[in-house]
């Protein structure tokens, strides 16, 4: 299966804490992107990060990528309530596909 | 920020039965995509569509499902005798520039079979 694996599949943290997510990929790759969903709603994009770039800043999320691992990471600083849900690193290789990872749910609690 | 809408919410349908899920993509994409997740799980990829015609398709997409671009504004996705395995949220998405960029999804058809 090209199917990206994300550990770990489930993380509780307090309001405040930092969120590590890390994604690991199977093939070549022309970029990674990670998205957010909400309890099975649609699927929000966060940031995208190109095979030529190591890291990448967007307000609080922070995404590594290393592509001699195939591997990228995603950091949320200082969690809210409101980070709480789904996190999913995807990739692609060609323009047609976008491959999506099994998701890391999040459980960020006051 | 412009948003792919889709339609129904919600569709159940019995064993057999063809369904057509919908799909307003955002108007100056180029590039249209069907994903599906079935309760809980990963994400699925299904099929692709540029320029009129499947770029690519996953081994899911098999001869019961099609997509079809009627006009400048709507994306369908058929299934033309469902299966019980069928049943899951079925996601369409687009872009501009294909997966170069981020892809724009909408909120998702929830289909049940029974």
């Known amino acids: 299966s090209q199917q990206g694996e994300e550990d770990p599949q489930a993380l509780s943290i307090q309001e405040g804490e930092n969120a590590t997510m890390n994604c690991s990929y199977k093939?070549?790759?022309?970029?990674l992107q990670w998205y957010r969903q909400n309890s099975g709603r649609g699927l929000v994009h966060l940031i995208l990060?190109?095979?030529?770039?190591r890291e990448k800043h967007s307000g609080r999320l922070r995404v590594t990528l290393d592509t001699s691992k195939k591997s990228s990471s995603l950091l949320i600083t200082a969690s809210r309530a409101a980070d709480t849900a789904s996190y999913f690193c995807?990739?692609?290789?060609?323009?047609?596909?976008?491959?999506f990872g099994t998701g890391t749910r999040l459980q960020v609690t006051l | 920020e412009p948003e792919v809408t889709q339609t129904p919410s919600h569709q159940v349908t019995q064993m057999g039965q063809e369904v057509i899920l919908r799909c307003v993509p955002i108007?100056?994409?180029?590039?249209f995509y069907w994903y599906r997740q079935i309760l809980g799980q990963k994400v699925e990829f299904l099929v692709s569509?540029?320029?009129?015609?499947?770029?690519?398709k996953s081994e899911i997409f098999d001869d019961q499902f099609s997509v079809e671009r009627p006009d400048g504004s709507n994306f369908t996705l058929k299934i033309r005798s469902t299966k019980l395995e069928d049943s899951a949220m079925y996601f369409c998405?687009?872009?501009?520039?294909?997966?170069?960029?981020?892809?724009?999804f909408g909120s998702g058809t929830q289909l049940s079979v029974l």
């Open positions: 995807a990739y692609t290789g060609t323009a047609s596909k976008l491959t």
């Open positions: 093939t070549s790759i022309n970029n």
């Open positions: 108007s100056n994409h180029l590039y």
């Open positions: 990060i190109r095979s030529n770039e």
């Open positions: 569509f540029y320029n009129n015609e499947i770029s690519e």
């Open positions: 998405a687009s872009s501009y520039h294909g997966t170069d960029e981020k892809l724009f």
